[in-house]
């Protein structure tokens, strides 16, 4: 089974200053992992994600995130905060091709506050 | 492509009717899931299908919950005789079963009175 764990349900950040998101999982099996970002009224939409190789992967509208497998971690960040940047971002894992585990597995959300 | 289609987008119901909500994935999808969201938590798998095969159903979906794919193409999930905790955001999702990309509907909201 897989899980993730996101903690501070909100956060706040100032216009131009660093954002960073932290997700810390749990899986039997290696994991895929993935950032979803959901702005108010719409789906989720796929900012990221990591299935093998680099483990720096870049996302659209300027995120990255870096899977580290001793902390499993899959934390996200990006350099500059805009105002757009304001939603709900979950992280979400699920087992690897070929381990049989086709779900995503959410964790509960970061609601970004960008302060102007 | 048109992207996740849900109908209706607001459901209100009174407790112990029964709801049925729509789902069209992208076309050429060939997998299609089932998730709800309740306010403050992350989305969480109910079911999915591969097809019009239904391949694996969460323990959270009750003898209450029923979900079809009859032709491989839209699905609908029934809701019978509602209660109050069945009140959530109910979303569809679909990929092809070679993409790990999920692409989601905007949700269908569900009030139960």
């Known amino acids: 089974a897989q899980s993730v764990t996101q903690l501070g349900s909100h956060v706040s950040v100032s216009e131009g200053a660093l954002v960073l998101l932290r997700c810390n999982y749990s899986?039997?099996?290696?994991?895929?992992l993935f950032w979803y970002v959901q702005y108010p009224n719409q789906g989720l939409q796929l900012l990221l994600k990591?299935?093998?190789?680099?483990?720096l992967v870049k996302g659209i509208n300027g995120f990255e995130a870096e899977f580290k497998k001793s902390e499993t971690s899959f934390h996200l960040t990006k350099p500059s905060a805009h105002m757009s940047d304001a939603a709900e971002y979950f992280c979400?894992?699920?087992?690897?091709?070929?381990?049989?585990?086709?779900?995503?597995?959410f964790g509960k959300g970061n609601q970004v506050v960008v302060i102007p | 492509d048109t992207g996740v289609s849900q109908n209706p987008r607001h459901k209100i119901t009174k407790r112990g009717q029964n709801v049925t909500f729509r789902c069209d994935p992208i076309s050429e999808h060939n997998r299609l899931y089932w998730y709800r969201q309740t306010l403050g938590q992350g989305p969480e798998f109910l079911t999915y299908?591969?097809?019009?095969?239904?391949?694996?159903k969460s323990r959270l979906l009750s003898d209450r919950f029923s979900a079809e794919r009859p032709k491989g193409s839209f699905s609908t999930l029934e809701i019978q005789r509602t209660e109050q905790g069945d009140s959530a955001m109910y979303l569809c999702a679909s990929r092809l079963s070679t993409n790990e990309k999920l692409f989601f509907g905007s949700g269908t909201q569900l009030s139960v009175l």
């Open positions: 979400a894992v699920s087992g690897s091709a070929g381990n049989g585990n086709n779900r995503l597995a």
């Open positions: 899986s039997s099996v290696p994991p895929y």
């Open positions: 990591y299935t093998t190789g680099a483990t």
């Open positions: 299908f591969q097809n019009e095969a239904q391949l694996e």
